[in-house]
């Protein structure tokens, strides 16, 4: 699915601002016409979650009305008119002028309709979206059920993690295009000595025979190739000689348009390659480390609503951290998050909102399979040519019905969840592998989940919790443990680890000497001794702290003012103590990294990290 742009054929208008908000707990604003006007609507920002705008509306999960009224330009009387919605969470209905012209299910993916029949030239248009967010047990993520980690309570009722943030949390856009237009292109790219090669293929919004082309610059000469439409798609293969390779550490970006002669298309493309071999990931052939951060879309007012000026400020600092990748942890991000992940050069993991999936029964796995497909299917038609993109992640924490938490992986004896859930794992990597064999393909595991779940992964993505959740406050212990599990791990599979968690909670600003846990020395203490081990463990090949930065989760006896603290920022973005340990390893490799150092150089009791003075480059 292309991002809309605009160009001398294409057209677009951005309907971000102050709409009119209702909330409709009786289910009856579509009887009363409540697509035509609000009868009491008070004001609300698109994009943002409606949770934090208001505090009445903090915990109300349920039906509520966005509608605005807008002018179409007279311009594109000829063209098609589509409404495109970034995000809506979790069930979104759009009318235009009174007319329901669709529905999508899911948070975190875009949709669109054709309303080109319902525009109206002479008057304000009518657009009205509802938004609903219920916890139900057979959504995606679920809610309102009963899991194995449900020993605690917490309301909102979620399966997983974070604060259920519900709304239109992306910008709502009117774009036009040509009657017969570009529906849709895919790159993928590849290295051939100093060449690099950019197959391009694309497809009409209708199965015509035209001609057109397709060209990049950036490189010493243009490179062009003919595009010859039958049945609506064409394909050619460029080569660039001396090509200018994306890496992380380089990220080169060329110009890609392909032009018909009523339509034209132009996107960024980074050329570059991604495998794996026994411990290691390659980008370009070359061993590289996923180093960085599990993170949320989450902010104060705004919540899950996308946040330019957050965006911007959130890369700076992974960038000042050292850090090179991040996981979309646990739901796809905006488009404009990816977009600067390729302009940045940061190595995504892309993760679609399969979080805590349950498997209790064939008839609700059946329900959600279908609803992780759908997502796999979105994810990828969106992502599919960011450079920054190495790797599809189609499940975080995947729960059999009876945990083991506390042991190293494994599955219970005996439980049908396990035979279940891994038919359902297996589903979901082949379909995200069918879909895009030029990427890799992995799912999160959980403390003590089954292993034999990650079968058909690329690379093991662990989340593990030593030192916190297990053996918490006993560092030198859980450390061991940690390098015990991932010498077995490394010992059945002999394929890449990642250690996609790994975090203890910390309010900022607590301090304690011993390191007790929550004070910010513990957290120093911990991270340091978890990369100190990662960094003697040549198949490691990445390591995402838990998490970026202190974000909202639900409200219970294990959320300290309803926050996960495992940040290493807060939540308003100041670094904790652990910031400074993550830039000695990541961002100046020269000092004291672990990894530089003999194998058993490190005891496995981290020491005390040291906080420079504030004005030695700490962020503000
Ligand atoms: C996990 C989950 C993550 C939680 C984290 C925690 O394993 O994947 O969503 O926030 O643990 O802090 O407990």
């Known amino acids: 699915m292309l991002y809309p742009q605009q160009?001398?054929?294409?057209?677009?208008?951005?309907?971000?601002?102050?709409?009119?908000?209702?909330?409709d707990p009786d289910h009856t604003g579509e009887q009363g016409q409540w697509f035509n006007a609000l009868p009491q609507a008070r004001p609300i920002a698109v994009p943002g979650s409606w949770n934090e705008q208001y505090e009445d509306l903090f915990n109300y999960l349920d039906l509520a009305w966005y509608v605005r009224r807008t002018y179409v330009?007279?311009?594109?009387?000829?063209?098609?008119?589509?409404?495109?919605?970034?995000?809506?969470?979790?069930?979104?209905?759009?009318?235009?002028n009174g007319a329901k012209v669709g529905e999508h299910e899911g948070g975190h993916l875009p949709f669109a309709f054709e309303i080109s029949e319902l525009v109206k030239w002479d008057a304000a248009n009518v657009i009205?979206?509802?938004?609903?967010?219920?916890?139900?047990?057979?959504?995606?993520?679920?809610?309102?059920?009963?899991?194995?980690?449900?020993?605690?309570?917490?309301?909102?009722?979620?399966?997983?993690?974070?604060?259920?943030?519900a709304g239109i949390h992306r910008p709502v856009v009117l774009y036009s295009l040509p009657q017969t237009h570009i529906e849709d292109i895919t790159v993928v790219t590849d290295i051939n000595g100093t060449d690099g090669t950019v197959k391009v293929t694309a497809r009409l919004n209708e199965p015509a025979t035209a001609q057109g082309t397709v060209s990049l610059t950036g490189g010493a000469e243009p490179v062009r190739a003919d595009l010859a439409f039958q049945n609506g798609e064409a394909t050619a293969t460029l080569t660039v000689p001396q090509a200018h390779l994306w890496s992380d550490?380089?990220?080169?970006?060329?110009?890609?348009?392909?032009?018909?002669?009523?339509?034209?298309?132009?996107?960024?493309?980074?050329?570059?390659?991604?495998?794996?071999?026994?411990?290691?990931?390659?980008?370009?052939?070359?061993?590289?480390?996923?180093?960085?951060f599990g993170r949320h879309e989450d902010f104060i007012a705004s919540g899950k609503g996308l946040n330019l000026p957050l965006l911007v400020k959130d890369y700076q600092l992974m960038r000042w951290t050292g850090a090179n990748s991040y996981r979309t942890s646990h739901y796809p991000y905006s488009e404009e998050e990816m977009q600067m992940a390729d302009r940045q050069g940061f190595l995504i993991i892309d993760e679609i909102p399969a979080v805590s999936l349950q498997f209790e029964n064939d008839e609700n796995a059946a329900i959600r399979l279908r609803q992780c497909l759908q997502q796999i299917d979105e994810l990828i038609a969106r992502d599919k040519n960011?450079?920054?993109?190495?790797?599809?992640?189609?499940?975080?924490?995947?729960?059999?019905?009876?945990m083991n938490l506390g042991t190293v992986s494994g599955s219970a004896s005996g439980d049908p969840s396990v035979q279940r859930g891994k038919q359902f794992l297996d589903t979901l990597l082949a379909h995200a592998r069918e879909l895009d064999p030029s990427r890799l393909v992995t799912l999160v595991t959980v403390m003590g989940g089954p292993q034999?779940?990650?079968?058909?992964?690329?690379?093991?993505?662990?989340?593990?919790?030593?030192?916190?959740?297990?053996?918490?406050?006993?560092?030198?212990?859980?450390?061991?443990?940690?390098?015990?599990e991932l010498d077995g791990v490394w010992e059945m599979w002999h394929k890449p680890i990642i250690m996609t968690e790994f975090g203890a909670d910390t309010m900022a600003g607590m301090h304690g000497h011993p390191d007790v846990m929550w004070t910010e020395e513990y957290q120093a203490a911990y991270i340091r001794g978890h990369l100190a081990v990662a960094g003697r463990k040549e198949y490691v090949a990445g390591m995402q702290v838990w998490n970026f930065a202190d974000f909202a989760a639900v409200q219970s006896i294990m959320r300290v003012g309803g926050l996960n603290m495992k940040g290493i920022f807060t939540r308003i973005r100041t670094p904790k103590m652990a910031a400074y340990v993550l830039r000695e390893f990541w961002a100046q490799p020269a000092s004291a990294s672990a990894a530089q150092q003999p194998a058993g150089a490190q005891t496995s009791r981290p020491a005390p990290a040291t906080v420079p003075?504030?004005?030695?480059?700490?962020?503000?």
């Open 128 to 165: 009205a979206i509802s938004v609903e967010n219920e916890l139900k047990p057979t959504r995606v993520p679920a809610g309102n059920m009963t899991t194995a980690l449900g020993g605690f309570a917490s309301f909102p009722r979620t399966t997983f993690d974070f604060f259920p943030f």
């Open 73 to 96: 330009p007279a311009s594109w009387k000829d063209q098609r008119i589509f409404l495109r919605v970034g995000s809506a969470n979790y069930h979104g209905t759009v009318y235009v």
């Open 613 to 620: 003075a504030a004005s030695a480059g700490a962020p503000r």
């Open 249 to 292: 550490k380089d990220p080169y970006l060329y110009e890609l348009t392909v032009a018909t002669d009523s339509d034209r298309y132009t996107l960024q493309v980074g050329i570059r390659t991604i495998a794996v071999d026994g411990g290691q990931i390659l980008l370009n052939g070359q061993p590289v480390h996923l180093n960085g």
């Open 386 to 402: 960011h450079p920054s993109v190495v790797m599809w992640c189609v499940a975080n924490e995947p729960m059999p019905s009876v």
């Open 452 to 484: 034999e779940w990650m079968e058909h992964c690329d690379v093991i993505c662990m989340n593990r919790y030593w030192g916190w959740y297990v053996q918490g406050g006993e560092l030198d212990k859980a450390m061991v443990s940690l390098e015990q």
């Open 7 to 23: 160009n001398d054929h294409r057209n677009k208008l951005d309907l971000s601002g102050i709409w009119d908000f209702q909330t």
